[in-house]
């Protein structure tokens, strides 16, 4: 069922549903169980950040001591034009060879992150998006992590260097929403204390979603990740519904939003241990209308021992080995800076995000026709699945974006014609199984084993039915 396109998926669940109805509500209670604890229940549209909020720059937390606290900015290694002659992820993903086909003329990808540095490789398609963290400007960026992620999505090309964005034609709209570089006092959970927190949380991403969809965006990125105990969502009672709706506002408004599938860490971002949830990554997990992203490892191709799996991963791309745009500098670098001054490696599932944003934007310009669904469904079908068995996984989705594929439906390997068609009539998806022919066999095969079938089948795509479902646009920018 993960390979059909989003209308037959739909309209299998609808067939299901049916039957359910037909069944009694003794077996309507069993697939209501057996759904998993980690499904989110429905938008609810009135949670959507309004324009108002959306507006309100700086983001203030509810409750918030003081305003925010700085650590000094990056200033100390200016990067090299030179570091570098082609990064091994650009080679693996043959960038090159995708941009024979396009080169994100006419997207905008909003990157909400820790800002954008104005850099030479981003000179003229730079925009302002605002400041949730002082109020100040989306065009400046302390730590340099919203720089890299600009850099992987749309850095030009220069004679010294092979190094080179996925959509170098694109804009970038800068939305700076939090930072490792500010802190906030709040008021502690437990106590009538403040604690110190970093600088911005899902609400102001809910509010920077929304800025970006009303700042005209055809493709947002997001590099960051809250991460839940399962035990947190139980019943249905998620902590950012304010989050889930600007998503789906982004999704019904005709733009793809690209997740990061957050790193392991030693606090709230624990490992998925193998077919089971303790983790929910968010916005990640609302997968009707987002599209997750895990990494890979550039030198094996295997997943990163850093990326956290779940069943809301959809694609992966590499997240070592990064080389991007330095904050410091019109350069280039392979190292971060940390809040005490300290310089670590490029590496993350915030680095996997946004090439396949990049690549979004490739297959928005190539194939305008397509809706924001339909283009994550082209990435989804078209990515290479590096397990011998295909199919899907919760580590990596579908496999590797595969930017030659999306584009050209050519396998990875395969030699690219010139003359390639803009659209492609006879366009694919992986091998799947007829879902009215699927539906005709369960009836057929009798009361009980359709009945059992339906709920095996209502379990498989509760993850992913609703993001099939189009709803009817509010679209009020």
């Known amino acids: 069922m993960s390979g059909l396109p989003r209308r037959c998926r739909a309209a299998a669940v609808t067939a299901a549903a049916a039957l359910l109805c037909l069944a009694g509500p003794a077996w309507s209670a069993m697939a209501q169980d057996a759904a998993p604890p980690w499904v989110p229940p429905p938008v609810d549209p009135s949670a959507r950040p309004s324009t108002a909020a959306a ?3 700086p983001y203030q937390a509810s409750g918030q001591v003081g305003p925010p606290v700085a650590a000094p900015c990056a200033d100390s290694q200016p990067g090299r034009p030179d570091i570098e002659a082609a990064p091994p992820a ?3 993903l043959q960038i090159a060879k995708a941009q024979e086909f396009a080169t994100g003329q006419g997207q905008t990808v909003a990157v909400i992150d820790s800002g954008v540095q104005p850099h030479p490789r981003l000179a003229g398609r730079l925009d302002d998006g605002g400041d949730y ?8 960026d302390c730590e340099g992590h919203g720089t890299a992620v600009a850099g992987i ?20 709209l800068s939305i700076r929403q939090s930072s490792t570089f500010f802190e906030v006092e709040v008021p502690s959970a437990d106590s009538g204390r403040t604690e110190t927190t970093l600088a911005g949380d899902t609400t102001s991403m809910a509010r920077a979603v ?8 055809t493709v947002i990125n997001i590099s960051e990740a809250a991460c839940y105990p399962v035990s947190a969502v139980a019943g249905g009672s998620i902590p950012d519904r304010d989050l889930q709706a600007a998503v789906n506002y982004a999704a019904n408004n005709d733009v793809v939003v690209v997740a990061a599938a957050a790193n392991e860490d030693d606090q709230s971002c624990q490992r998925n241990p193998d077919g089971a949830v303790a983790t929910i990554v968010s916005p990640a997990w609302f997968d009707d209308d987002v599209l997750a992203v895990a990494a890979t490892s550039t030198e094996t191709g295997d997943v990163a021992d850093f990326s956290i799996a779940g069943p809301w991963v959809d694609v992966a791309a590499p997240g070592t080995g990064i080389v991007s745009l ?11 800076a940390a809040p005490n001054g300290e310089r670590g490696t490029i590496q993350g599932t915030s680095f996997a995000a946004p090439y396949v944003a990049g690549v979004a934007a490739l297959v928005r310009e190539r194939f305008p026709e397509l809706s924001a669904l339909e283009v994550m469904d082209r990435l989804e079908a078209t990515a290479q699945a590096t397990w011998g068995t295909g199919g899907r996984n919760d580590a990596l989705g579908s496999g590797v974006v595969n930017p030659v594929a999306a584009l050209t439906d050519v396998g990875f390997d395969e030699p690219v014609a010139q003359s390639a068609p803009t659209r492609l009539e006879g366009f694919a998806l992986r091998d799947q199984e007829d879902p009215i022919r699927q539906t005709v066999a369960l009836v057929g095969a009798g009361a009980g084993a359709g009945l059992l079938g339906v709920t095996l089948l209502t379990v498989y795509t509760v993850k992913r039915y609703r993001r099939r479902k189009l709803a009817e646009a509010y679209r009020s920018r």
Do not use: N
């Open 133 to 140: 963290i002082l109020g100040d400007t989306g065009t400046s």
């Open 326 to 336: 330095d904050v410091a500098g019109g350069g280039l670098t392979a190292t971060l």
């Open 90 to 92: 650009q080679a693996r």
């Open 210 to 217: 929304v800025q970006a969809v009303r700042g005209g965006a």
């Open 153 to 172: 999505i749309a850095a030009t090309p220069d004679p010294r260097t092979g190094f080179v964005g996925v959509a170098p034609d694109a804009r970038i």
């Open 55 to 57: 507006d309100s720059f």
